[in-house]
Each structure stands twice: as C-alpha cells, then as structure tokens.
C-alpha cells in the first residue's frame, strides 16, 4: 500500500482505530513510564502463513511518534514461518507499548486473509478461473482487506456500490425482470460501466444473455445447473460463479468453465495469523 493512497485513504481509519483503544491516554504505560525513553522490540511470526499489511503496522506507530523507525526483513506477499523475526520496532517505549495492539489487530488480520487467498488461489491453479472477493467485509475495514486479498493472490470485485453496476435478486424484483433492470441500467449508467446481472435459474441467464447484460452469475446454482449455463451463454457475456464458496468446495468449482468465483468467505471467514511484538528492550 504506498504512500499516497495510505494518506488519503487508510490514514483517517488508522487513527480512529488508535482513537477506540485510546480515549484519554494509556493508563498503564503512563503508570509504568514517566518519561521518554527508547527502546526496541521484535515482530515475532507464531504461525506459517503469508504476510500481508507491514506498511499498515508501521504507519501505526508513525501516526503516534513520526520518528519511530521500523527495520523489516520481509515483504508483503512474502511466505513466512513460526519463530520467524519480520522485523525490529525501534522508538520511545512508551509508543511502541500504546500502538501495539492497534497495529497487531491490522496485521494479524490482514495476514489472515492473505493465507486463506493464497491457499483457495491454489485451488485454481491450471485454470482460466480467477478468485474474487466481495463487499462482505468488516465495516471500516474494507480497503485493508480487499489489499490483503489482492497480496494474497486474489482479485478485488467492485469496491463499493459506487464502483459497479450489479443487478441483484430484488433489484431485479424492484425493476420487474431481468430485461426491465439491463434495460433501466443501461439507460442511466454511463457508457463505460459494465452492467452485471444475478441469476438464479436458466431461464433467468438466457434473459439476461437476451437483455445484453455484460457479466452473469450463476448464483447459488449446482455445478450441473452452472455448467448449462456456461454452455448457453457460449462467450456472449463474461460468467461469474458465486454463493456460499469456500476454500472446501473451491475443487468442486475449478473446472465449471467461469470466467470468475467469487467468495465472501476471503475476507469473513479468514482466521487471523497469529504475530506478536516480544523481546522489548530498553536502548
């Protein structure tokens, strides 16, 4: 995550997470440390994984003390192992004590979802088919997650509500039909957008291959069921498969012929890596 968008974007959401675990002032530390005084500590890897998030967790402790320096040995995207030392925390103690659990909750949790995608993308490997993830995301998180996605392997669906046109079951029920929602979204929409549809029945993707739609998913279909569908479209729009994906039932999907899986469960379902800061010593 580089610079600029990490100011204009994450900055913001960083400090409000600093802002949660910090009301007033760190009770503990301020009890314990008086003054300033440096010190060092080590970002320790207790688990296997795929690291995801160090820009995030660095900017953590900057936010709170801009001269705090931060020493990694390892990249975003990188495979790490248990016992492993990312890196070397150095600054006033009393920063690196107040920042971290903030920055452990970010990096944990995008590591987490950087694993769980590198482990579901190998799934795939040998096929046409790419993953993707979804808007199931936490609130207030979704940039750092859909990144982690994106370092794990994985690729990002639209971001938000603005980013896309995505014509779901009741937004098909509030036009009136697949043909009345393509029809209404390419009249408002601009040129440029492509206009996706979810389908639940046969019926229902020949008439959105009918309508024009630009993307379809095959929505909670069987494999059986999306494999028709594939066949019916014959090229004439981009596929998507999508609905209650995981890393257990990714086999039975790799071979429908999709363009695109799409699961929710990269980012709700990732169990975070397990990281630590140890070993803090005076300087």
Not at 10 to 24: K, W
Not at 28 to 45: D, I, S
Not at 76 to 89: H, L, P, R
Not at 260 to 269: D, Q, V
């Amino acid at each position: 995550m580089n610079k600029i968008t990490m100011q204009l974007n994450a900055d913001h959401l960083i400090l409000q997470a600093l802002s949660e675990d910090i009301t007033s002032e760190d009770i503990t530390t301020n009890a314990v440390m008086h003054e300033a005084k440096p010190g060092q500590v080590e970002l320790l890897c207790k688990q296997d994984g795929i690291i995801a998030g160090l820009d995030v967790f660095a900017r953590v402790f900057t936010l709170l003390d801009d001269t705090v320096t931060i020493d990694f040995t390892c990249q975003d995207g990188d495979e790490v192992k248990n016992g492993q030392c990312m890196a070397t925390v150095t600054g006033d103690i009393r920063v690196l004590l107040s920042g971290e659990r903030t920055a452990l909750n970010y990096l944990q949790r995008m590591s987490g979802i950087a694993t769980y995608t590198r482990a579901a993308v190998s799934l795939l490997s040998g096929t046409k088919t790419k993953l993707l993830d979804t808007r199931k995301t936490t609130p207030n998180m979704r940039i750092f997650e859909k990144y982690a996605v994106k370092v794990g392997g994985g690729c990002n669906h639209r971001y938000n509500l603005s980013d896309g046109i995505l014509l779901k079951d009741n937004h098909i029920s509030a036009a009136g039909g697949v043909a009345k929602a393509v029809a209404m979204a390419k009249e408002y929409a601009p040129f440029v957008r492509k206009i996706e549809v979810e389908t639940e029945t046969l019926d229902m993707v020949k008439e959105a291959v009918e309508a024009g739609a630009d993307i379809i998913m095959l929505d909670n279909m069987s494999p059986e069921t999306m494999k028709e569908a594939v066949k019916l479209i014959d090229g004439r729009a981009e596929t998507e498969c999508s609905g209650n994906v995981t890393r257990e039932n990714l086999p039975l999907l790799a071979n429908i012929g999709v363009d695109y899986i799409s699961s929710g469960a990269l980012t709700h379902s990732a169990p975070i890596l397990d990281i630590s800061l140890k070993n803090l010593r005076p300087l």
